[in-house]
């Protein structure tokens, strides 16, 4: 018999949601969601009051509108609620077990000696509120029911400073507890909370206190004795003062000297996936240093795999970047491409690829015009190969659309080859980044129109390169080249 040919997959369209997901989560939502439709059944008193209160009140904000949190933000914390407070599983071991028995070759967490979830969330779906509500359910559990497997300190962890300025927006002064319905009236009189940003000192003793700081903070001190003054500059001058006026201490000893558990939650948790990493070995270490150990770690990312691409076998919630945009949470990207256009014979970049800036800034007009009735201003991100492609492109601009372009209308950032702005630039271009995103000025800052990047190598994935650069934008016009293809790429705000 000739052998049947296999009927080619068919790929699936933009607004289909269908994707993989970990091994879990299926049976999870499943079970998640029938215990929702039992009123929450086996949940604490305080647990209830917390979920009815967030989900199904009627809140209405001092700007005279009202708020509501989304439902893949519901679903997060409640899957958390659900696994921790009333089925019970705080293994990975009994998570795979119970959710996943039938799935063969899945590989056990080397130390599981405390809970640990991981939240999948697209990048902008709101993974921050679900950490407040996380942190909130943890903290009036263990102080208005009394539980002592609950914590009432946080710690939020972020990988790098500026992951660790952008969560310094919400959790500074507990600025998110006050702004955010997440403390119901019958419970404020238990709310006695203090936010810790790193480096600063202990205050009045709190109940419970939430401390964020960035990961290098906890790593030991290099041995800097190379770099030491010599003996005779000190037998004059004396010892060096210290780097601060004040020395703070380590978090990690406040939070062990304050007693009970913690709980720790992990911003970007997509670096955590080596169990032998630093990062893991610092949580391992405050495991150990507290007297109710860690209450549970909280892995929060939107892309939570493994070397290999694998999720990590303890995701327990997955909203896909799919969803998020079918559902408008994110914006939807769209791609415009120049054809007809041919690159100049030359070896200078604003000359070479002169057709494509100007498409670009074309593109970026006819934006301007659309968004001048909603208050909007579009932004132009060019990409370029090298900093010597982008020092040319950049004076290009200048010169030529002086007016829109000129002066501090335009700003260069330089990466090395991780993808890190070079040191001198690199406190500037944090502080646009964090500004981006939001329609009024971040602290009096207004962003320029444009912005040209340059690279030292190329990325081989044009797409890894654009994500993290355009994101939170309300319009952006992109010229990138990669592996040889050019491409004018924007992103269209569709809410």
């Not at 647990?47 to 708020?67: E, I, Q």
Request: hydrophobic share 35%; proline share 5%; aromatic share 10%.
């Amino acid at each position: 018999m000739p052998r049947g040919s296999r009927a080619p997959r068919e790929q699936l369209g933009l607004l289909e949601p269908r994707v993989k997901t970990a091994p879990c989560v299926p049976a999870i939502r499943e079970a998640v969601a029938d215990w929702r439709n039992r009123g929450y059944s086996g949940a604490t008193g305080t647990t209830k009051a917390l979920l009815n209160y967030w989900f199904k009140a009627d809140h209405l904000m001092h700007s005279g509108r009202f708020f509501k949190y989304h439902d893949s933000q519901r679903d997060a914390i409640e899957t958390l609620i659900y696994l921790y407070e009333v089925a019970g599983i705080r293994r990975h071991k009994d998570l795979l077990e119970k959710f996943a028995p039938n799935i063969l070759g899945l590989r056990l967490l080397q130390y599981d000696d405390f809970p640990r979830y991981c939240i999948k969330m697209a990048t902008g779906s709101g993974k921050t509120k679900v950490m407040s509500l996380t942190i909130a359910w943890q903290y009036f559990n263990a102080v208005a029911e009394g539980l002592d497997d609950y914590a009432k300190t946080a710690l939020v962890i972020a990988p790098n400073v500026i992951v660790f300025e952008r969560l310094r927006l919400d959790f500074e002064g507990g600025r998110v507890f006050r702004t955010d319905p997440i403390i119901p009236p019958e419970l404020k009189l238990f709310w006695d909370f203090d936010c810790y940003m790193r480096s600063e000192s202990e205050r009045a003793h709190s109940q419970g206190a939430l401390y964020l700081s960035n990961i290098q903070q906890f790593y030991e001190p290099r041995d800097r004795s190379d770099g030491a003054e010599p003996q005779e500059l000190l037998d004059v001058l004396g010892p060096a003062p210290p780097a601060r006026a004040v020395e703070t201490e380590p978090f990690d000893r406040r939070i062990a000297a304050r007693g009970g558990p913690c709980l720790v939650v992990n911003d970007e948790a997509h670096h955590t996936h080596d169990e032998e990493s630093e990062w893991n070995k610092v949580i391992r270490r405050l495991h150990g240093a507290c007297s109710g150990g860690l209450a549970a770690q909280m892995d929060f990312s939107a892309t939570p795999r493994f070397s290999k691409g694998a999720l990590f076998t303890w995701t327990v919630s997955d909203y896909p970047l799919k969803q998020a945009i079918i559902d408008n949470i994110v914006k939807r990207p769209t791609k415009g491409i120049a054809t007809g256009i041919q690159e100049a014979r030359s070896d200078i970049a604003s000359t070479k690829y002169r057709p494509y800036v100007t498409a670009a800034v074309e593109r970026w007009r006819e934006y301007r015009e659309q968004l001048a009735s909603l208050n909007k201003k579009p932004i132009l991100f060019v990409m370029m190969n090298t900093t010597d492609d982008a020092e040319d492109v950049a004076d290009y601009l200048r010169t030529k659309y002086t007016d829109e372009f000129g002066g501090d209308r335009l700003l260069i950032i330089h990466t090395d080859k991780s993808g890190g702005e070079s040191g001198k630039r690199h406190c500037e271009c944090a502080h646009v980044a964090r500004g981006l995103g939001r329609s009024e000025c971040y602290r009096g800052y207004r962003p320029p129109p444009v912005y040209v990047k340059g690279e030292y190598l190329a990325r081989a994935d044009h797409r890894q390169g654009v994500a993290p650069h355009v994101q939170g934008l309300d319009h952006t016009s992109l010229i990138h080249r990669a592996r040889g293809c050019h491409r004018q790429q924007g992103l269209h705000r569709i809410r």
